[in-house]
Nanobody
Framework: QVQLVESGGGSVQPGGSLSVSCAAS????????MGWYRQAAGKQRELVAA???????NYAGSVKGRFTISRDNLKNAVYLQMNSLEPEDTAVYYC???????????????WGRGTQVTVSS
């Protein structure tokens, strides 16, 4: 089994910065795409940013230029730096990973439990 554990997040005033981290553990052969999703109260979960194993990135239009996703393949970790935060960024942020596991090379998608980000004055 693979587990994703998020850390970071918290509360900040508009215009502030926060970061969230996620580390994957388990019997991992490789991690393909890693990403961050968020779900605000009463809304559907949406993609925030994703990064491939080679470093190619994809951002939601609403966060482009403000958020930066990165990863450390040796640590099986993904990070999200969030700058110029807005109240609309308030949500639970979830880590997501597309993992190929040993011993059968099975490929599955895993989710973290989520971490709260609140932007409020």
């Amino acid at each position: 089994q693979v587990q994703l554990v998020e850390s970071g997040g918290g509360s900040v005033q508009p215009g502030g910065s926060l970061s969230v981290s996620c580390a994957a553990s388990g019997i991992i052969r490789s991690i393909n795409v890693m990403g961050w999703y968020r779900q605000a109260a009463g809304k559907q979960r949406e993609l925030v940013a994703a990064i491939s194993s080679s470093g190619s990135t994809n951002y939601a239009g609403s966060v482009k230029g403000r958020f930066t996703i990165s990863r450390d393949n040796l640590k099986n970790a993904v990070y999200l730096q969030m700058n110029s935060l807005e109240p609309e960024d308030t949500a639970v942020y979830y880590c997501n990973a597309d993992v190929t596991s040993f011993p059968d090379y099975s490929r599955n998608e895993y989710w973290g439990r989520g971490t709260q980000v609140t932007v409020s004055s």
